[in-house]
């Protein structure tokens, strides 16, 4: 992720950035789309969704601290678990009080 996101796509790394190219390329075709990759269905869709997530955050929280953002996507990713993700946004929001 940039240090300040001022688009949602400056959110989106080279990969994320090629699979919304490709999910372009085939009309929105998941199916397509899987074939492609090889992958499952459920495996893009689920892929699609974290994706769709990463930008609701960035589109509900563009004018919170790009920590607050950061935490939020990584969560929305998967990447951090629900208490760690709780943990880390309160210390977050102590510090910047």
Do not use: C
């Not at 940039?2 to 009309?27: C, I, M, N, P, Y």
Request: avoid cysteine; charged fraction near 35%.
């Amino acid at each position: 992720m940039s240090e300040t996101a001022a688009r949602w796509t400056d959110l989106l790394d080279e990969d994320e950035l090629g699979f919304v190219k490709q999910f372009l390329l085939v009309s929105g075709s998941l199916k397509d789309l899987a074939s492609r990759y090889g992958v499952s269905y459920p495996t893009v869709r689920l892929r699609l969704d974290r994706l769709i997530q990463k930008i609701e955050v960035f589109e509900r929280f563009h004018d919170r601290s790009e920590t607050e953002r950061k935490l939020r996507a990584f969560y929305a990713e998967g990447r951090l678990p629900d208490d760690v993700f709780k943990s880390l946004m309160n210390t977050a929001r102590k510090e910047h009080k």
